[in-house]
């Protein structure tokens, strides 16, 4: 009899420990999101469900977890069930090469920024399906902004990523924060200004987060492409928004501000903190902004961000190479 | 399992079916409302769109229709008035005084000087609180959630000054044919003047916050054009009438009460777009604030309410009277026509609603579904004054 | 509104309001056949459409239109009335797009059919409605006479007697007086 390879079980060990992860940091980051918009908006936000409202994402996962499930008439059922979970099963693998610390990494892999990249992609497929299979107009419009959307920032992002791999010389991201210094003029953000600025722009458009929320703009098109989801349909899409929104801010942390390492002790808290911080600028850039146009959206894409970042990566690899 | 659709839900309704009507090939109908975030309340908007953009757009009211017009031939004319505070319920009292205007100048009554005072700072105050809230509703619109709570923030304390003479919160009965119900009285008046300087003082943060953003304003600038050929066509009047470029205002065009004693501008803005309309509104609550502190400082002692007021079996004279006042969303005008009974002949309420929300149709055409909604805000309807 | 371009109407009566006391400043009673060539002229000395309001007298089903200037105040009245049997008036939609919505409103109301209106359908009565609400019980109805402004008349063209109907409290009997009369319920 075999015994079981090693490795698996480190995978399946990993991606439990990364699903409580999500779990725990989607609750979180809930919290943090109605508390920062609370405080922002000149009110204390959630109050009541336990100590300063701490239990509050519990109460509402459990409202979410008990509606009903409801599948519009004439809707594609297979389809719009898919959906939902096409968007949240992806972000488990994203999380595996993410350096929390040297020794604090799910699964080493050489080419960890090319695997959470691609997954990442996956994510259009699923709006794309949802608003297709929910047999609702502006859920189609909503996919067919999505998808738009999505395809057009993906593009800067890449590149702008790529800047950095240039820079290092690795496609894995334990490699790229190990070669960043303690301090933060060591870190990558002082090499690469603009490509950071790219990168947390496209972020921000590729996590569908405000003001670049078209898919789902709410005074425009009801709720976009989850206008037919109830209960946990839309809470899957939900949480997948915020751990894409984690996993974009910790690969930015990863890129550009020296993932673990920090001035005194290094280590997981410092990776964390930085996550925090951008999270935090991510929800603040939702509560100040109004909504961009959706003409004006693929206009700064394609016109401003798309030549930048090639410029970037130009310059980067012509000063490498000098 | 399959499940088969109920025919009639895909064949619409009266509406839906006539504006199918003329659909080109490649479009697709959306029927945007009766219950949509941003049809503010239940305005339905039938939409032929192709892509993003909108080939043509037909507003389908009536969703909240409750017939006041047939309403007033039933009641007393002091009985009346309740329903004018629910017409329009973000500036109540434009109607109240639009409705007593009405009455009174039938009847030939002249009402006291300090209530004519009186009445101007409550609507004004009132005309503020309007604005403030289609402010804070209006970037909601747009996709900014946090300005309503701000102008909510300020508006509560408009709502507290108004409180006390008036005895509600939103919707107003205060006007009393040949007066108001309640003076108002040191406490209120010192609030009031409080409350200028503060509201004053949040301006210009609101401009540096909000007003000046630059998303907002790719946002509005040169996004549905309104120029004054079409104000007079559809018969729009106020902040869209201003935002064309031309200064009329009821307060001062047709004057009544004692505006024309209250020394205040009437802004306009002549790049008849949405950007305009809100420039206008902004400008008009620092000119609302500028009318309130003069009116404060200018009312004289003395009745309120004249002797021998209607009550409820009151009869006017026959005859008709029309009678205009500047609401916050342009111009409301209530025709009466009595029979000499108890009751009125013929109440006709001209909502400006009504007429400004008439352009949508045209100004909408060939626009992004996103301008649309940015142009309907612009417009600032307020449902149950349109479907009365 | 000048006195020149009132004369230019063709109207079966014209008259001076008296400001102060009605807020019109004119008033012209025309006859359905003169309405949109008078719209027209209104509109191109730049008045705008205040509202069409319905009125169900004892003549018939009238409609009010309410125009007035921008910049120089003076509400112009203009009054057309229709038979209670076949209450038709031709419609000023495309000459005034905001008539359109008002048209609509008052066939809602009173079922007067305004002819060639593009899209008369009912506007804030459900569509199957199949009733108009502010018409009058017959023994409700009142003349002109006895509601409206007459003014002060410069013009009105012979055999015009609108407004000579004696005044009275008491509701006149049917048939008694003025054009267009109706039995019964009007427009159902």
């Known amino acids: 009899m075999n015994a079981i390879p090693i490795e698996l079980i480190h995978i399946v060990i990993a991606i439990a420990l990364v699903a409580g992860f999500v779990g725990l940091n989607g609750l979180v980051l809930v919290w943090v999101e109605r508390k920062v918009a609370g405080h922002v908006q000149r009110r204390p936000g959630p109050y009541e469900v336990g100590p300063n409202g701490l239990l509050q994402p519990l109460a509402d996962a459990a409202k979410l977890v008990g509606k009903q499930l409801f599948t519009p008439d004439g809707s594609d059922k297979l389809v719009f069930w898919l959906a939902p979970i096409v968007s949240f099963l992806p972000v488990m693998p994203m999380f595996l090469p993410m350096p929390f610390s040297p020794f604090l990494t799910a699964m080493e892999v050489n080419v960890g920024l090319v695997l959470i990249l691609a997954f990442a992609g996956l994510n259009i497929l699923a709006l794309c399906l949802a608003g297709w299979g929910s047999n609702n107009k502006y859920g189609l419009l909503g996919a067919g902004r999505a998808v738009a959307q999505g395809v057009a920032y993906e593009i800067p992002l890449l590149l702008s990523v790529l800047a950095v791999c240039f820079m290092t010389g690795s496609l894995s991201l334990t490699e790229i924060v190990a070669a960043q210094g303690n301090w933060p003029w060591q870190w990558n953000w002082i090499y690469q200004p603009i490509a950071f600025i790219l990168y947390f722009t496209c972020g921000v458009a590729e996590t569908n987060r405000a003001p670049f929320d078209l898919p789902e703009a709410e005074s425009e098109l009801v709720a976009g492409f989850h206008t037919e989801y109830s209960g946990m349909g839309f809470g899957l899409f939900f949480l997948a928004e915020y751990a894409e929104m984690i996993v974009v801010c910790g690969v930015a942390t990863a890129l550009f501000l020296g993932g673990w390492k920090g001035p005194g002790a290094a280590g997981a808290w410092w990776f964390l903190l930085k996550l925090y911080v951008l999270l935090v600028i991510m929800i603040w850039f939702r509560w100040t902004y109004p909504r961009t146009r959706f003409d004006q959206l693929l206009n700064l894409c394609w016109k401003w961000l798309l030549p930048l970042s090639i410029l970037n990566l130009l310059v980067t690899a012509l000063v490498i190479k000098l | ?388 | 509104m000048s006195e020149q371009l009132a004369r230019r109407f063709t109207t079966l009566c014209l008259a001076k309001g008296e400001y102060k006391k009605s807020g019109q400043a004119w008033v012209a009673t025309l006859s359905p056949r003169d309405l949109p060539a008078a719209a027209q002229e209104l509109l191109d000395a730049e008045f705008h459409i205040e509202d069409v309001c319905g009125l169900d007298i004892s003549e018939g089903l009238m409609a009010v239109y309410h125009f007035d200037h921008f910049t120089r105040p003076g509400r112009v009245t203009l009054r057309v009335l229709a038979d209670r049997d076949k209450p038709e008036i031709p419609t000023i939609s495309h000459i005034f797009q905001g008539a359109n919505w008002h048209e609509r409103e008052t066939n809602d109301f009173y079922g007067i059919i305004f002819t060639g209106h593009p899209n008369l359908i009912p506007l804030l009565l459900p569509e199957d409605a199949d009733f108009h609400p502010l018409l009058k019980e017959e023994a409700a109805r009142k003349n002109a006479a006895a509601l409206l402004e007459k003014g002060e008349i410069l013009d009105q063209a012979a055999g015009f007697t609108l407004f000579d109907a004696p005044v009275a409290d008491a509701p006149i009997e049917s048939g008694a007086s003025g054009e267009g009369e109706a039995a019964g319920e009007g427009g159902k």
């Open chain 2, 1 to 388: 399992m399959t499940r088969t659709i109920n025919p009639d839900y895909i064949r619409g309704d009266l509406y839906t079916q006539r504006f199918e009507q003329g659909k080109r090939e490649n479009t697709l109908i959306l029927n945007m409302g009766p219950q949509h975030p941003s049809t503010h309340g239940v305005l339905r908007v039938v939409l032929e769109m192709d892509g993003e953009y909108i080939v043509r757009a037909e507003p389908v009211l009536g969703y909240l229709h409750r017939m006041h017009e047939k309403m007033a031939e039933v009641k007393s004319y002091v009985g009346f008035m309740p329903n004018m505070g629910r017409v329009d319920y973000l500036h109540p009292l434009a109607w109240n005084w639009s409705y007593a205007g009405a009455v009174e100048r039938l009847a030939g009554i002249e009402v006291p000087r300090r209530a004519e005072f009186l009445r101007v700072i409550a609507t004004e105050l009132n005309r503020i609180s309007s604005h403030l809230l289609w402010w804070g509703a209006y970037l909601l619109d747009l996709g900014a959630f946090t300005p309503i709570m701000y102008a909510f923030e300020d508006r509560e304390i408009l709502m507290d000054i108004l409180q006390r003479p008036t005895g509600a919160r939103l919707t107003y009965s205060y006007f009393r044919l040949g007066g108001v119900g309640a003076d108002m009285d040191e406490r209120c008046l010192r609030q009031i003047l409080d409350f200028v300087p503060y509201l004053r003082k949040k301006l210009p943060v609101y401009k540096d916050l909000v007003t000046d953003n630059v998303i907002l304003r790719k946002r509005l600038e040169g996004v549905g054009d309104m120029d004054v050929d079409m104000c007079r066509r559809y018969g729009a009047t106020g902040p869209i009438l201003r935002g064309a470029g031309l200064a009329s205002d009821t307060r001062l065009n047709e004057t009544y009460s004692v505006y024309n004693e209250i020394d205040f501008d009437i802004p306009s803005f002549p790049e008849t777009d949405a950007m305009a309309r809100y420039m206008v509104r902004i400008r008009e609550i620092e000119e609302s604030l500028k009318i309130v502190e003069q009116a404060v400082a200018m009312i004289p002692e003395g009745e309120i309410l004249i002797k021998g007021a209607p009550k409820p079996n009151w009869k006017a004279p026959a005859g008709e009277a029309y009678f205009a006042t500047e609401g916050a969303r342009g111009k409301v005008g209530v025709w009466v026509v009595s029979d000499g009974g108890k009751s009125p002949y013929r109440i006709k309420l001209r909502a400006p609603g009504f007429s400004n929300l008439s352009l949508f149709a045209e100004a909408s055409q060939g626009t992004l579904l996103a301008d649309a909604v940015a142009i309907m805000g612009s417009i600032d309807m307020v449902i149950p004054e349109i479907d009365r």
